[in-house]
């Protein structure tokens, strides 16, 4: 079975262009998260979608943050325009019940 | 507000020493208590988790963790540590009316030869 898959690895970025990070959740799980980690810091809770519908997106920093998950398949989140400050690891996880797997990331780095 | 308190951003040990890395959480009710571990250049994996039941939980690669409700703790241990257990440790707790996970900062494990 295919684990949850990150798009892409690594991205570098100049400060006011546009990024979209994708995320491949395993096949059947409704539940998809999106995660942030800031260099230095913990994790943080950016969104939760339940199918196609946002459940929670208290997590999202302001509204440069663009999240969707099109027909609750794969999510999309696109920043734009990007700041120095979101540079971090941003990590996609699914499920179906209480344990979330995790893809491998995507490092984003804004010059 | 929840929160998890990861002690030490580093702890080192030796080849085939007790390993313990400590995770105390804030919670007015009940948590779901995962220990996460990321190894370089890999995503997270989960390591073991306590939802209900049994406080002592076995997880994989020969780690387990006690919850103990009285001291809000859920501290990761294996008994002896190997050169492959190097790698970065999160603890996180989540409530069972909302499925956003919690973190604490992550604790580096650095194994000495």
Partial sequence: EAGVTQFPSHSVIEKGQTVTLRCDPISGHDNLYWYRRVMGKEIKFLLHFVKESKQDESGMPNNRFLAERTGGTYSTLKVQPAELEDSGVYFCASSQFSEQYFGPGTRLTVT | ?113
């Fill in chain 2, 1 to 113: 507000a929840q929160s998890v308190t990861q002690l030490g951003s580093h702890v080192s040990v030796s080849e085939g020493a007790l390993v313990l890395l400590r995770c105390n959480y804030s919670s007015s009710v009940p948590p779901y208590l995962f220990w996460y571990v990321q190894y370089p250049n890999q995503g997270l994996q989960l390591l073991l988790k306590y939802t209900t039941g049994a406080t002592l939980v076995k997880g994989i690669n020969g780690f387990e963790a006690e919850f103990k409700k009285s001291e809000t703790s859920f501290h990761l241990t294996k008994p002896s540590a190997h050169m492959s257990d190097a790698a970065e440790y999160f603890c996180a707790v989540r409530r069972d009316s909302n499925y956003q996970l919690i973190w604490g900062a992550g604790t580096k494990l650095i194994i000495k030869p």
